[in-house]
């Protein structure tokens, strides 16, 4: 049997092999190697700005697929809650520290904003709730809080640090986030809705907690707070009298796919 060749005598095989087929005259062609690709670096909250190219409410508004042709009011809130929700999904709309009055079936908070019997609250909870009390970390029964969540369909993104006109450009220049919906906060800042739809709440944790945020929307400059599933939003359809002020919906897409290039 004969021994195998050693790493040498394969390296001189290897010459001889390539002398041997060598031919005087012959034209030498060496091998094309391609440059490896530059991997292509995160884009900043800076990038989303200037891609967004000035983008103004006027052009969320020409854009929505959801016609807003309406002056600002309770129309703006049942609009929302009519994409945002089926009607017998609960909702919580109302004050900040609003408490279990605050949660009744989507339908019935429409009804309510169609026929003027009550202003329009500040606040709503993004995700549909059971409609049910359940335990809070310090032991309280809520009808609003994280346990109390039964779809995990929607996350709030808002950059209270950063100018509304570059809010508004960077979620433009953001052209493949899912906003269902893009809410004047009557302030300082613009909450984007986002299209999540997570299938448990251990798929929220993964990808919404663990993934989206740290990952994505908290470089930019996003709230990190906003990442829990009872996150409350501004409702839009409410006057801040302290502001003088509309909360306004600037964007309704029920599909919350990218938006179309239109500008």
Request: proline share 10%.
């Amino acid at each position: 049997m004969s021994r195998p060749p050693s790493p040498s005598a394969e390296v001189g095989a290897a010459v001889r092999k390539a002398f041997s087929e060598y031919k005087p005259g012959m034209a030498f062609a060496p091998r094309s190697i391609a440059p490896a690709k530059p991997k292509p670096k995160p884009l900043t909250a800076a990038a989303f700005i200037q891609r967004g190219d000035g983008a103004t409410e006027a052009d969320w508004f020409e854009s929505s697929p959801f016609r807003i042709d309406w002056a600002p009011g309770p129309r703006d809130a049942a609009a929302l809650l009519r994409v945002l929700y089926r009607p017998w999904e609960f909702v919580f709309c109302g004050e900040r520290y609003g408490g279990a009055e605050g949660v009744r079936m989507a339908a019935d908070w429409i009804a309510t904003f169609e026929d003027g019997r009550r202003p329009v609250p500040p606040h709503f909870v993004v995700n549909p709730l059971t409609g049910k009390e359940h335990p809070l970390p310090d032991g309280k029964l809520s009808k609003r809080g994280d346990s109390a969540v039964a779809g995990f369909l929607y996350a709030v993104a808002e950059f209270d640090g950063m100018d509304k006109a570059d809010q508004l450009a960077l979620w433009w220049g953001f052209r493949s986030a899912p906003i269902v919906a893009l809410i004047d906060s009557g302030g300082k800042s613009v909450h984007a809705i986002l299209k999540v739809d997570c299938a448990t709440r251990t798929d929220w944790e993964k990808d919404v907690e663990g993934k989206l945020f740290p990952a994505v929307l908290c470089p930019l400059g996003c709230d990190p707070a906003c990442r829990n599933e009872a996150r409350l939003s501004r409702l839009p359809g409410h006057f801040r009298r302290e502001r003088n002020a509309w909360q306004r919906l600037l964007y309704l897409n029920p599909e919350g796919t990218p938006r179309r290039e239109n500008r």
